[in-house]
């Protein structure tokens, strides 16, 4: 265990009744980062979040968090850690503030230190205008935003959200991001989703799973340079034959297609070399010979068709 990691899985295996739930994972978490483990419900997100919460023992493996073992030391990793789970079990009859100081007594924090705490995370979650309301009267997204204040009350290192949007509206949910965006500049942050844009736009590392396992592992802008093909699109208006000759001689390019498009204009799909960004050499080349230019932009794959790749290749996999 190196002081850079706070979380270390390794071959950790969870087994129900004829069920296996998790099979072999094993993964890393850096300090700092904001990593989702995305799959399609019954894939092992959640049966992995409630064992590095000390909620539920594993059948095999090992788990450390900031260096303690989750099943020997599971105390010391209790006080390091901050869980949400999905099914958020906050107490409906208690008011926002009074709920919240409660939890905090609980994580251990004396009276004095869980009023200060109370009163930051009530802001820091923007919880301060309700926090005499009742928690049962709130909306599903103020509920959620009480569900990460319990979590972050005590201060721990490690916040680990499962399901983080689901039931929230647009705005809800854009609000719950920034939130968590906000909270992976000072903690480091493991959140469990089935939504690809939740994990697109809040977190830096992506761990794909499917039926237990970790299928991929990789942060998002490496994702999209490695299984991007770079395929460049431009629309330009030149005579066609000599469109033909301009991509022939560009060594950059080792294939392209041109198609006509609206008006005398055409649509070039040019694939460069090892998928490199070559649009200023073709910004060049366009302009130097006087070339009328419509588009030029570089295809993005998003990472629900990642997803898709990834997992059709396991699948395809088992068939054999």
Same mark, same amino acid.
């Given at each position: 265990?190196?002081?850079?990691?706070?979380?270390?899985?390794?071959?950790?295996?969870?087994?129900?009744?004829?069920?296996?739930?998790?099979?072999?994972?094993?993964?890393?978490?850096?300090?700092?980062?904001?990593?989702?483990? !995305?799959?399609?419900?019954?894939?092992?997100?959640?049966?992995?979040?409630?064992?590095?919460?000390?909620?539920?023992?594993?059948?095999?493996?090992?788990?450390?968090?900031?260096?303690?073992?989750?099943?020997?030391?599971?105390?010391?990793?209790?006080?390091?850690?901050?869980?949400?789970?999905?099914?958020?079990?906050?107490?409906?009859?208690? %008011?926002?503030?009074?709920?919240?100081?409660?939890?905090?007594?609980?994580?251990? !924090?004396?009276?004095?230190?869980?009023?200060?705490?109370?009163? &930051?995370?009530?802001?820091?979650?923007?919880?301060?205008?309700?926090?005499?309301? &009742?928690?049962?009267?709130?909306?599903?997204?103020? %509920?959620?935003?009480?569900?990460?204040?319990?979590?972050?009350?005590?201060?721990?290192?490690? +916040?680990?959200?499962?399901?983080?949007? +689901?039931?929230?509206?647009?705005?809800?949910?854009?609000?719950?991001?920034?939130?968590?965006?906000?909270?992976?500049?000072?903690? /480091?942050?493991?959140?469990?989703?089935?939504?690809?844009?939740?994990?697109?736009?809040?977190?830096?590392?992506?761990?794909?799973?499917? %039926?237990?396992?970790?299928?991929?592992?990789?942060?998002?802008?490496?994702?999209?340079?490695?299984?991007?093909?770079?395929?460049?699109?431009?629309? +330009?208006?030149?005579?066609?034959?000599?469109?033909?000759?301009?991509?022939?001689?560009?060594?950059?390019?080792?294939?392209?297609?041109?198609?006509?498009?609206?008006?005398?204009?055409?649509?070039?799909?040019?694939?460069?070399?090892?998928?490199?960004?070559?649009?200023?050499?073709?910004?060049?080349?366009? /302009?130097?010979?006087?070339?009328?230019? %419509?588009?030029?932009?570089?295809?993005?794959?998003?990472?629900?068709?990642?997803?898709?790749?990834?997992?059709?290749?396991?699948?395809?996999?088992?068939? !054999?």
């Amino acid at each position: 265990m190196t002081d850079s990691l706070m979380i270390e899985v390794a071959n950790l295996t969870k087994r129900y009744a004829g069920n296996t739930a998790v099979s072999d994972l094993s993964f890393s978490v850096r300090r700092g980062e904001i990593v989702g483990l !995305l799959g399609p419900n019954g894939a092992g997100k959640s049966t992995t979040m409630r064992i590095l919460s000390c909620f539920l023992p594993a059948t095999s493996g090992t788990a450390r968090i900031a260096g303690f073992d989750v099943f020997t030391q599971a105390n010391e990793v209790r006080r390091r850690i901050g869980y949400m789970p999905e099914n958020n079990p906050l107490h409906q009859e208690m %008011r926002v503030r009074e709920y919240l100081k409660f939890r905090a007594r609980l994580k251990g !924090l004396g009276l004095r230190r869980s009023r200060e705490r109370v009163d &930051i995370v009530m802001q820091q979650c923007d919880l301060t205008e309700v926090q005499k309301k &009742i928690i049962g009267h709130l909306s599903k997204g103020y %509920r959620q935003r009480v569900g990460l204040a319990d979590a972050l009350v005590h201060e721990p290192e490690l +916040i680990i959200l499962d399901e983080p949007t +689901i039931g929230l509206d647009p705005n809800q949910i854009r609000s719950v991001r920034q939130l968590i965006k906000d909270l992976g500049r000072t903690h /480091t942050v493991l959140i469990s989703t089935h939504i690809l844009p939740e994990v697109e736009m809040t977190c830096n590392r992506v761990l794909i799973m499917r %039926r237990g396992k970790v299928l991929l592992s990789e942060t998002s802008e490496n994702l999209q340079k490695t299984m991007n093909d770079g395929q460049i699109i431009t629309e +330009i208006l030149a005579p066609i034959e000599a469109l033909r000759t301009c991509w022939e001689e560009m060594a950059e390019i080792k294939h392209f297609d041109i198609a006509p498009t609206d008006g005398d204009f055409f649509r070039c799909a040019l694939t460069p070399s090892e998928g490199a960004d070559v649009r200023p050499q073709i910004f060049s080349a366009i /302009t130097q010979r006087g070339w009328t230019l %419509r588009e030029l932009s570089r295809s993005r794959q998003s990472l629900e068709d990642i997803y898709m790749r990834v997992t059709r290749a396991e699948h395809e996999e088992e068939s !054999l």
